[in-house]
């Protein structure tokens, strides 16, 4: 299915507010777009980690009949979520808390887990996490496994839920938790550059990738990374 | 050899646009992190890895400019 949700991310990137919050990154953009087969028969969708929004933005321009459901440990995401989907007109519930914790007794269709995770070794020489909650390991899984341990109970038995492992956490061990805790239907790799500015602490890197804390390949003269999107059920 | 057109259906169907000499990653949507890879990729595998031995070619993200380098290393026609 393809509901050219590639243009609506880039245009909401361009015209929603973000400041003092987690920017929208490529996760969140193969989070939209391997969500596509699950959106039009999803009537309760949660946004993890919701951010400014966007993802719900994207995903009620292919389904307005859903409920929508957005949570944020930052209270500030919360309320520029809200200011960004203001003229939207759709069903949708904010609340700002940690992982599931604001949605005790909730089960949804669908749930798109845009909480990130990277080694925080990593975090703190990227771009991505400036003024943002960082995953606080090495390792850089914690959060996934708080969300991924917890998921089942708000899930049902077709309950589908998407998750992001970056190559710049232990992603064997990611695997392992997902792997233990729920059943994977399907799942996409995708590389990406890592940004230049990165680039000049690769010793940094190149002692985590040998610790196996985070992977990547250097090709093109570049720094590859990939993310790879998991869709999964309850077992 | 590759042509200046070939890089030109390559780039657009790396971005999801059609492109022309004036493109870059500062006026179509589509230039990202990702597509840029996508160049790369696709460069490297039609020039035989010819390509991925430029080294600025990663930095790159203009058709006019990617197209200027792979002039002056013969890896497309004049």
Same mark, same amino acid.
């Given at each position: 299915?393809?509901?050219?949700?590639?243009?609506?991310?880039?245009?909401?990137?361009?015209?929603?507010?973000?400041?003092?919050?987690?920017?929208?990154?490529?996760?969140?953009?193969? *989070?939209?777009?391997? %969500?596509?087969?699950? +959106?039009? !028969?999803? &009537? $309760?969708?949660?946004?993890?980690?919701?951010?400014?929004?966007?993802?719900?933005?994207?995903l009620f321009t292919a389904n307005k009949k859903a409920s929508?459901? *957005?949570?944020?440990? %930052?209270?500030?995401? +919360?309320? !520029?979520? &809200? $200011?960004?989907l203001k003229t939207f007109n759709g069903d949708f519930s904010f609340r700002s808390g940690d992982c599931f914790n604001p949605w005790e007794g909730e089960t949804f269709d669908l749930i798109i887990n845009d909480v990130s995770g990277i080694s925080s070794r990593v975090a703190k020489i990227s771009p991505w996490f400036k003024d943002v909650p960082i995953d606080k390991s090495a390792e850089g899984i914690s959060l996934l496994k708080k969300v991924v341990k917890n998921s089942k109970k708000f899930m049902h038995k077709k309950s589908i839920i998407l998750l992001p492992l970056i190559s710049l956490s232990n992603i064997d061990k990611a695997k392992k938790i997902v792997k233990s805790n729920l059943k994977i239907l399907k799942q996409f790799t995708f590389d990406w550059p890592l940004p230049k500015i990165m680039i000049k602490n690769e010793k940094l890197l190149n002692d985590l990738k040998k610790n196996n804390l985070i992977s990547y390949k250097k090709k093109y003269g570049i720094i590859i990374c990939s993310t790879t999107i998991i869709i999964a059920k309850k077992c | 050899m590759l042509t200046k057109n070939k890089i030109l259906v390559i780039i657009s169907k790396s971005v999801q646009e059609k492109v022309n000499l004036k493109s870059s990653s500062k006026n179509i949507e589509g230039w990202d992190s990702l597509a840029q890879l996508n160049i790369l990729a696709s460069l490297d595998k039609l020039t035989k890895g010819k390509s991925s031995k430029i080294e600025q070619l990663a930095e790159l993200d203009s058709v006019k400019s990617i197209i200027q380098i792979l002039l002056k290393k013969n890896l497309i026609k004049k």
């Open positions: 299915m393809n509901l050219n949700l590639d243009k609506k991310f880039n245009k909401f990137s361009k015209d929603f507010d973000f400041k003092g919050i987690f920017k929208p990154t490529l996760t969140s953009k193969l *989070l939209i777009n391997s %969500s596509q087969d699950f +959106i039009v !028969k999803s &009537k $309760k969708i949660l946004d993890l980690g919701c951010g400014g929004g966007i993802i719900t933005a994207c929508y459901y *957005l949570s944020d440990i %930052s209270k500030i995401a +919360i309320i !520029k979520a &809200k $200011k960004n | -």
